[in-house]
């Protein structure tokens, strides 16, 4: 409830001598101590799809190498494979990078879109849904996490909201 004061309404307003207007002052405002949940949430998500973004190209250039991401995708039947074996780690690997640091997140979701959309439809569909069968669960859930940084941005806690890239700069999501 609003408690009366007898302090004059605005700091410049003329008051007759003796005199004290009655205003309402502001009721104290109580903190929320979840007002940084969301970003927090958002940062967490935006990490951990970084992590595992740049741990899956990691793993395509020192486990599988080049040449055997070549060799998959060959057999795959996709066109140039020379060339997509290396563009995939890279892509995997930037687009992980730039999650974690939060820094051109849209264009990382992108990029994670079209990895996790393009390893559905090329290796994971035939499989049915569960991941244990080699379906498409995970590959989905990471191009549905990548699509809501598309739309999000990276949060408060990315160097999006600090770094000026293309004129913008401010908190965003």
Do not use: W
């Not at 009721?27 to 970084?50: D, E, K, S, Y």
């Amino acid at each position: 409830m609003a408690q009366r004061s007898t302090q004059p309404c605005e700091p410049n307003a003329r008051v007759q001598p003796g005199h004290r207007m009655l205003h309402l002052q502001r009721p104290r405002v109580r903190v929320n101590r979840m007002t940084h949940a969301p970003a927090i949430g958002t940062a967490l998500l935006r990490i951990v799809l970084g992590v595992v973004m740049l741990a899956h190209g990691i793993q395509k250039l020192t486990v599988f190498t080049v040449a055997g991401v070549q060799d998959m995708l060959a057999g795959l039947g996709l066109p140039l494979p020379e060339v997509l074996g290396i563009a995939l780690p890279v892509a995997e690997v930037a687009a992980g990078a730039l999650l974690i640091l939060g820094l051109l997140t849209r264009v990382a979701g992108a990029i994670t879109v079209v990895v996790g959309l393009g390893a559905l439809f090329t290796t994971h569909l035939d499989a049915g849904f569960f991941a244990s069968d080699g379906g498409y669960e995970f590959v989905l859930l990471i191009a549905a996490a990548g699509a809501a940084f598309v739309f999000l941005g990276g949060g408060r806690f990315a160097l999006d909201s600090v770094v000026p890239i293309g004129g913008r700069s401010g908190r965003k999501g």
